[in-house]
């Protein structure tokens, strides 16, 4: 497996770049060329399951951006497997990559990866999640708290234009492991929250979901529903968690009348928001997240000190500051849909599905 994915990272960079930069530390001994001094990225994504992002987006864009740069990059999934992430770490470690990019499953084993390169004498990139505790060279994500607010005020603007009176809310959070769960938590509840106490909306069932399981999801929202049926919005931290509800919503035949919301823009969300199941969405512009990680990773394995990092952000554990980018999310609603093409994120072809063909004219999607 770990083989397959290698060879297929290699193969792209034969494409694009000269022979020479393919040389890892058996080939290149002795030739003492720039190229072949390059090092090598080992890079970890957490699953393929809790967004449909790990698979579709992300490692796309950090393939071509390696590639670009003719810079041998080794990208696996560890299919939320906490022992199989610390297997290929260990994997990509003795292997001798100069540059290791994470996405935590937890902060602990994240940590444990961490403290394990470090001593290796490697740099470390935390993509997307920040390892608590974790002290990661970088960190390399989009403003989550602002990711939160815009999921909170989405669905006030959705509750508004249905007119309930005082409709309650049910919030479906993301994995209590996720530090990134955490901060979209704290953005919508700070739009949410004064809503509950001025008596606007009245603050239903509030669960998290371990390790941000679609499946678990439905479960929880069927409960929350059973015994709550007069809930009206539901908050969900992405279009996974967001389909889960909208499933059990339309087994009673409540969908396209509560208001649900979502975060990642896939085409599931998207049609999803087409078809007037869902509210909103946030589009996360993961182009340019792989672009921010792969430009710090690419600089550090060519020898260089990286400069993009211009921000920083606190690790509230350890209190230290880690350098940092952080992108801008954008909320999705109908009205804007088709940013997401225009950006290239999802296709036409993907989204427009003989079903949603009419949703997208109307969209303005052509
Ligand atoms: C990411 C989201 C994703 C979620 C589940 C979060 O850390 O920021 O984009 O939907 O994990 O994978």
Do not use: H
Not at 81 to 89: E, L, R
Not at 173 to 199: I, R
Request: aromatic share 6%.
């Amino acid at each position: 497996m770990r083989k397959g994915l290698f060879a297929l990272a290699a193969v792209g960079l034969l494409a694009t770049s000269s022979v020479a930069a393919c040389g890892d530390d058996k080939s290149d001994s002795g030739s003492g060329s720039k190229a072949s001094s390059t090092g090598k990225v080992g890079v970890i994504l957490p699953d393929t399951k809790s967004s449909a992002r790990w698979a579709t987006a992300d490692v796309k864009y950090l393939t071509a951006a390696f590639n670009a740069a003719g810079v041998q990059a080794d990208i696996q999934n560890a299919q939320g497997d906490k022992t199989q992430f610390q297997t290929i770490a260990d994997g990509m470690i003795s292997s001798g990559v100069k540059v290791l990019v994470i996405v935590n499953l937890d902060s602990g084993t994240g940590k444990a990866v961490l403290d394990k390169a470090r001593a290796a004498g490697i740099a470390t990139i935390d993509y997307d999640r920040l390892t608590l505790n974790g002290g990661a060279d970088y960190y390399v994500s989009f403003d989550n708290v602002k990711v939160g607010e815009l999921q909170g005020q989405g669905l006030v603007d959705c509750l508004t234009a249905k007119k309930y009176t005082k409709p309650i809310v049910a919030e479906l959070n993301g994995s209590p492991t996720d530090n990134n769960a955490t901060l979209f938590a704290q953005g919508y509840n700070s739009v949410l929250d004064p809503k509950y106490a001025d008596g606007t909306f009245q603050k239903g069932p509030n669960q998290d979901v371990p390790d941000w399981d679609n499946t678990q999801a439905g479960t929880i929202f069927e409960q929350m529903l059973t015994s709550n049926k007069e809930i009206k919005g539901v908050l969900a931290a992405n279009d996974g968690l967001g389909n889960a509800a909208i499933t059990i919503l339309k087994k009673n035949k409540l969908n396209g009348q509560v208001p649900v919301t979502g975060q990642d823009a896939t085409v599931q969300g998207l049609q999803n928001i087409l078809a007037g199941d869902q509210c909103m969405t946030v589009y996360k512009a993961i182009k340019k997240e792989a672009d921010a990680a792969s430009e710090l990773a690419i600089a550090i394995a060519k020898g260089q000190k990286p400069t993009s990092a211009t921000g920083k952000v606190t690790d509230p554990e350890s209190k230290k500051d880690v350098a940092s980018v952080l992108l801008t999310p954008q909320a999705i609603t109908k009205d804007n849909v088709k940013d997401v093409v225009t950006d290239g994120f999802v296709t036409k072809d993907e989204l427009c599905t003989a079903q949603f063909a009419t949703a997208c004219t109307s969209a303005g999607i052509s």
